[in-house]
């Protein structure tokens, strides 16, 4: 694992996950260059800086630009990661995300850094609770959601890896190492827990949450199956098809309810034999608070993933 | 290699092929956008000089190697003039010329705008305004970072120009001193509905590039002499990216299109299609 720096005992920053693998990438290719818009050190990319000061391109206030130029590098041969706020480098740019990159079809690597409602107090204007929907409506574009610091490292290495691009969604907020199954691959969710009376299927910052509601369930002889849907696109149809077959499935995001992880699950649940699902994430605009506070208020708890698993299954047909 | 080495003094015989291509691409587009009943024939017979001097005077390139990372990059920003863009590039060699006769049709890879996943020779896919010149500059921050010997270009329309995008690169660019990257603005003063003057002014123009840090020239965009000097002249040592604003006239050409805002995306009857051919020779 990456060196990352433990926010409190046992919790840890994404982000440093982020920081240190992209600086020993790019110590072993020098194409790879980093592209910024005043945001250094919200990326924590202050060492990049340092090892590589001619491999970062800072261009300002100015995401339009700070995502044209990520294309650009491309195609000058370099292997770009663009690295901003998860909400301006999409709500923002979003045309230069569909055209610039994915329709061109480039090697670009788009690091949405503080997903979700990381900034909390700040509002609605700062949290990316739409940036799932709107990137996986782009079908070649690889979209991952790291759930903590190791599954970060890996995914920053599969991005550097894959000719084409990707977009890593980054969080801030404090999460713990979890114990994996095997191997990060790509377009492949993992089963972190087993259980075939219902099925948590989550990503990001929502997975440990999930993992703490199933083994309270299991305490009450409910084994809920809890999938790592850390690969949004491409979906691992299959884990969401075998999670189907336990009769019950619990969607958790750290996103809006409309369109995200949720709504993928649904596409491919109603295209084959419905299940009862419960879709668990944020309903839109949200009121200040903490980013702690928010997901109280709004149920991303373990308790209250848990209530909603009982509650799927008395729904179950 | 087809093109003209970069620093001769232009010879008659370049500029007289540099003429030869501009008309054929008129002729070309013009019957495109006949047979296709879409198109966008002003603004590609504004842009017609200009990418017969850039493709026949000016740019290093070899369609059979168009991934070659010495390549000098054109990237079209006014990604809707794809008739004289497409019918550049296949008089370049880039595919065929017969198969501009597919433009927009179903399936066709001559999409009513550029997609470089289909064709070679496209740099980047354009399509809305104010992409180009931010892409170009990402070309050319490669360029500066490897001190590679490429020159990238890009096209813009006027009205385009009225994109914020646009701005946000040309901070960047004159920032960073991109010598290696010259911005052509196709100034044909008409926008889609209207006169740029009319609908968001931007006169003084040469000002405000020179304001972001460009060298700025002015040219008649219909002059190929004019046109050759100042994009072939060599950008060692300018220190600055350089902006051209070419002059020109939407429908340049054709007495009844000429800077008549109907023809930005105005299409020919048959009448109107002979009468232009007529005229175009």
Redesign the interface.
């Known amino acids: 694992m990456s060196a990352a720096v433990s926010v409190e005992s046992g919790f840890f920053d994404c982000r440093d996950s982020f920081a240190s693998t992209i600086e020993a990438l790019a110590a072993a290719d020098e194409r790879i260059?980093t592209v910024v818009s005043d945001s250094v050190g919200s990326s924590k990319l202050n060492g990049f800086r340092s090892k590589f000061p001619?491999?970062m391109?800072n261009?300002?206030i100015?995401e339009?630009?700070l995502v044209?130029?990520?294309?650009?590098?491309?195609?000058?041969?370099?292997v770009?990661f663009v690295s901003a706020a998860s909400c301006f480098i999409t709500g923002r740019a979003l045309?230069?995300v569909k055209?610039?990159i994915v329709?061109?079809?480039?090697n670009v690597k788009l690091i949405g850094q503080s997903s979700g409602v990381a900034y909390g107090e700040l509002g609605p204007t700062h949290h990316s609770i739409e940036d799932m929907a709107w990137l996986r409506l782009l079908n070649n574009l690889t979209l991952i959601v790291p759930a903590d610091p190791w599954q970060t490292e890996h995914a920053i290495r599969a991005a550097a890896a894959i000719d084409g691009p990707v977009f890593v969604r980054v969080s801030r907020m404090p999460v713990p190492a979890l114990e994996h199954a095997g191997a990060f691959e790509v377009g492949k969710a993992e089963v972190l827990f087993e259980g075939d009376d219902a099925a948590i299927i989550a990503n990001g910052t929502m997975v440990h949450r999930a993992l703490a509601a199933a083994k309270s369930l299991a305490g009450e002889g409910i084994r809920a199956r809890v999938v790592n849907m850390a690969t949004v696109n491409p979906l691992d149809e299959a884990a969401i098809l075998s999670a189907a077959r336990t009769g019950a499935i619990v969607t958790v995001e750290e996103h809006s309810v409309r369109g995200g992880l949720g709504g993928a699950v649904a596409e491919v649940v109603t295209a084959h034999d419905p299940v009862p699902m419960r879709i668990m994430g944020f309903p839109g605009f949200l009121p200040t608070g903490s980013a702690e506070w928010l997901m109280e208020h709004f149920g991303l708890t373990a308790a209250a993933i848990a209530d909603a698993v009982r509650q799927t299954i008395s729904r179950k047909r | 290699m087809s093109s003209a080495p970069v620093h001769a003094p232009a010879s008659n015989d370049v500029i007289a092929t540099i003429r030869d291509k501009a008309l054929w691409i008129r002729r070309r587009s013009f019957q495109m956008v006949y047979e296709a009943q879409l198109g966008h024939p002003g603004g590609d017979f504004s842009a017609a000089d200009i990418l017969a001097t850039l493709f026949f005077g000016v740019l290093r390139y070899d369609p059979e190697r168009p991934d070659d990372p010495g390549r000098d990059r054109f990237v079209m920003s006014k990604g809707h003039c794809t008739g004289a863009f497409y019918s550049v590039l296949a008089a370049a060699g880039f595919f065929s010329e017969s198969e501009l006769s597919t433009y927009m049709q179903p399936l066709s890879r001559l999409n009513g705008h550029p997609n470089r996943n289909y064709l070679a020779g496209v740099e980047t896919n354009t399509g809305p305004l104010g992409h180009g010149l931010p892409v170009a500059t990402g070309i050319a921050i490669a360029g500066q970072i490897d001190a590679a010997g490429f020159r990238t270009f890009v096209l813009t329309g006027d009205g385009e120009l009225q994109e914020g995008s646009n701005w946000e690169a040309a901070l960047t660019a004159g920032h960073r001193r991109l010598e290696n990257l010259t911005l052509i603005i196709d100034r044909n003063r008409l926008q889609q509905g209207a006169r740029t003057e009319e609908t968001a002014s931007l006169d003084p123009l040469d000002d405000k590039w020179r304001a972001f840090g460009w060298q700025v020239e002015v040219v008649d965009g219909h002059d190929h002499a004019q046109l050759l000097e100042v994009l072939s002249a060599s950008p060692r040592g300018r220190g600055r990216p350089l902006c051209v604003i070419a002059n020109t006239f939407k429908g340049k050409g054709v007495s009844f299109m000429h800077d008549n805002v109907a023809w930005h995306h105005g299409v020919p009857n048959k009448e109107q299609y002979e009468q232009a051919m007529a005229e175009l020779v």
Do not use: I, M
């Open positions: 260059v001619e491999r391109v261009v300002g100015a339009q630009t044209a130029v990520g294309a650009g590098l491309a195609n000058g041969g370099k770009p045309e230069q055209a610039d329709y061109t079809n480039v």
